[in-house]
């Protein structure tokens, strides 16, 4: 994907995502800091793009206090990270998994949150699949880290510390 299409993206107008800082990170790739309308001190996004404007890596930090663990989730948190991965991640490679991870990712919740359905036929937890729990795991902080490599592209899902920060890390990198 080029920059340019990302910065006209509905990601881009939904998240109100401005430019904070451009540097260049190497002789082909540019680093760019993003941050969001809402929450800045929760989250942070970068972008590495090269000289042609492909992207060519991108990284989310949340803050693990701020999206929660597995007693409850922060729905804004999953909603971003769900919509970085459902932006970035190429279906062409496995559409299954990037559905599937989107999908239980968005709907995930804590053990002691209340959800009260509409329908009765919703009114259990869902159970993913083997391939997207470890990933779901990561996010309710009960693993360290996730990882699936596609034919071009690597996608990393790892709890760790930054700065003396408990952090949710999510990237997204060409090979």
């Known amino acids: 994907m080029k920059y340019s ?10 998240f109100n995502i401005s430019e904070t800082l451009s540097e260049k990170f190497s002789a082909d790739l540019t680093k760019i800091s993003l941050k969001t309308g809402g929450f800045q001190e929760h989250i942070d996004l970068y972008i590495y793009r090269d000289n042609n404007d492909e992207i060519r890596k991108v990284q989310l930090y949340l803050n693990r206090d701020w999206i929660g663990n597995t007693n409850s989730i922060n729905p804004f948190g999953t909603d971003i990270a769900k919509s970085f991965i459902d932006l970035f991640l190429p279906k062409e490679y496995d559409p299954k998994f990037k559905k599937h991870l989107v999908h239980y990712l968005f709907n995930l919740r804590g053990d002691h949150q209340v ?14 699949s083997p391939e997207i729990q470890p990933f779901l795991d990561v996010y309710r902080n009960t693993k360290k880290t996730a990882r699936k490599t596609f034919k ?3 996608l990393n899902m790892e709890n760790l510390i930054k700065n003396d920060k408990n952090l949710l890390f999510i990237e997204i990198n060409c090979k």
């Open 5 to 14: 299409n990302f910065k006209n993206s509905e990601f881009y107008t939904f």
């Open 115 to 128: 959800v009260i359905p509409l329908h009765k036929a919703f009114q259990g937890f869902e159970e993913s």
């Open 152 to 154: 071009d592209f690597v």
